[in-house]
């Protein structure tokens, strides 16, 4: 698929735009890039604006050339920041944003940044509390893993958390696809978005203000978040959708592409 970059807040930042319509950002989760959306650009291009994009330090987007230590991070308003600045780069004034696992709190951060750009949002696999404090310790210890070590060791120790056991079953050339996401990315630009998630806050009092369309996507066979969590943001956002996938791990969007398709479709079609 083509991509486009432009320089964003000093970063050069690689996207795909396609289609036109309604704009729909998909924002990749850790530690992956813009390529996890490439099912959802082909099946929603036709109808809306598709545009992703690699986050910064991710995928074929610029590593900011900073010491990588540990205080160096790229905290989720960062992001959200980017994914605005590259809306403005594309004349978008208002998008429907779309967001799984971190970029899912990229989406809440830019919800809570720019609450005027926002035309919808849509967050999968993913929850709003902040970290406990065990939980932004073992972040900081992996993000310097992934600097000792590069991404293929501590990334790759993720899989099995990733995809539910059914899906790496019926579909093996997607443990490829995920595992390939997963090597490629650039240990300092994954190292420094772990130490900004460690920093981040609760966002359930922004879902609380969320006054756009909404839709949480959840798998039940998620080890990194949960239905429960899910049903927590659904409470949250007045009116917010939610749609459980059984038998789904922690990438919905790949596991049951048909599935997730058909749902935004449905979503986005409510949407003026």
């Known amino acids: 698929m083509a991509r486009n970059r432009a320089l964003i807040h000093g970063v050069s930042i690689s996207y795909c735009d396609r289609g036109s319509g309604l704009a729909v950002v998909f924002v990749h989760g850790h530690p992956f890039d813009q390529s996890m959306w490439d099912a959802q650009v082909e099946a929603l291009s036709w ?11 991710y995928g074929a987007s610029e590593v900011p050339d900073v010491e990588a230590t540990t205080l160096e991070a790229t905290t989720l308003e960062t992001m959200a920041r980017d994914v605005c ?5 594309l004349r978008v004034e208002r998008a429907v944003v779309v967001g799984l696992s971190m970029g899912g709190q990229v989406a809440m951060a830019f919800a809570d940044l720019f609450p005027e750009r926002l035309a919808g949002l849509v967050l999968a696999a993913t929850f709003a509390e902040a970290d406990t404090p065990e939980g932004a310790a ?8 992934f600097v000792q ?7 790759g120790e993720m899989m099995p958390k990733l995809l539910a056991a059914a899906s790496v079953k019926r579909d093996p050339q997607l443990v490829v696809k995920v595992f390939t996401m997963i090597a490629n990315a650039p240990p300092a630009g994954a190292a420094a978005a772990l130490r900004g998630r460690a920093l981040r806050k609760d966002y359930l009092s922004t879902l609380r203000g969320v006054r756009v369309p909404a839709l949480i996507v959840a798998g039940t066979e998620d080890q990194y978040s949960s ?18 996938f059984e038998g ?5 969007n790949l596991e049951d592409a048909d599935r997730f398709n058909a749902v935004l479709h449905g979503f986005l079609a409510g949407i003026g």
């Open 227 to 244: 239905v429960e969590k899910a049903r927590q943001m659904q409470e949250a956002i007045p009116g917010a959708r939610l749609e459980v």
């Open 85 to 89: 600045g590259l809306l403005d780069h």
């Open 47 to 57: 109808k809306y604006r598709a545009i992703t994009l690699d986050l910064r330090g």
């Open 248 to 252: 789904v791990g922690h990438l919905p």
């Open 149 to 155: 070590e590069g991404s293929v060791l501590p990334g």
């Open 138 to 145: 073992a972040r900081r210890a992996m993000a310097e893993r």
